[in-house]
C-alpha cells in the first residue's frame, strides 16, 4: 500500500489509535463480525468497460515498468495499491521504522512513462501479495507535493466486495477490458475463464467486479485464452488492513466495539 502521509495519519502507522480492528487484517475482519458491522458499496447496475477504462487510473509501480497499480480514494489522500512483490524490496519489519527507510524514489509514474514520483509504503502483506501506500508531508514536503499533483488528475476506483462467484473484468497490456469469472471461498479471489492471457506486467491491475468495483489485485494466472485460471490473488476486502476498511467505510465500529 503505497500513500502520502501527513501529519494526522502518523497516528494510524504508530498505533496511536488502539482499537480492537485497526491494526487487525481485513479477513479476520470478516471472520468475526456481525451483521451489523460490516456493509459493502454495490451499485444495482453493471458498468460497461469504456466506463471502467474512464474510471481506472493506471500506474507503473516499479522501477523496470513491468507493474501497474491503481487509485483509490482514502479519507485524507488518494492511495495506490498494487502487488506487494512488484516492490524493489521489502521495508522493514518495524512499527517504529524510520520514514526514509519506507520511502521508495522515482517509483511510480503514468503508463508508459518513466517513474518520477516518490512513495512511501504504508501497508505491505508478503502473504497475500497486496501493497498500499504517499512520503511524510512533514520529512518530504516537495515529493509530497509531486505525489498529489500526480494523483490531482484521477479518477479513484471504488472497493467492493464480490460476490461468490460472478462477472469480472482485467485490464491487457494493449489497454482492453476482457472479461473474466471471479470466484472466492471466502478468501482469496480465483480467475476462472479469463477471454485472454493474464502475462508478466499485468500484476499489481485490479480486478473489477460487473458493477465496476475494485474487488482484487491481479498477481497469479496461468492457462490459456478461455481456460485462464489464476489463484490466489489478493481480495481487497479480504487483504486491506482493517485500519483502511474502517477509513473507507467497509467496516464500521463504534467507540465501545474498538476500544
Known sequence: MLGSCSAQNIDHK??????????????LLLISRRPSVISWWRASSGVGPARKQRQAQHLDACPVGDAR????????????????HCLPSFPPCHPASNAEDRIYKELV??????????????????IGDVVLGPPDDQVLPGEWDHYQAFLSGSVPLRIGDPPTSGLGWLLSLNGQWFQCEVRHYGGPLEIVAAADRVVLGMSG?????????????VCVSAGSPGAEVGFPNPRLTYNLPGWLLLELGLVHSSNSHDR
Open 69 to 84: 497499480g491503481f487509485a483509490i480514494d482514502g479519507e485524507r489522500n488518494h492511495l495506490i495499491i498494487t502487488a506487494a
Open 205 to 217: 491491475s485490479p480486478i473489477l467486479a460487473s458493477d465496476g468495483t475494485a474487488v482484487g489485485v
Open 109 to 126: 509514474g503514468p503508463l508508459g512513462a518513466k517513474p518520477t514520483v516518490w512513495v512511501e509504503c504504508l501497508f505491505a502483506d508478503p
Open 14 to 27: 504508530y498505533g496511536r489509535r488502539r482499537g480492537k480492528t485497526y491494526n487487525l487484517p481485513g479477513w
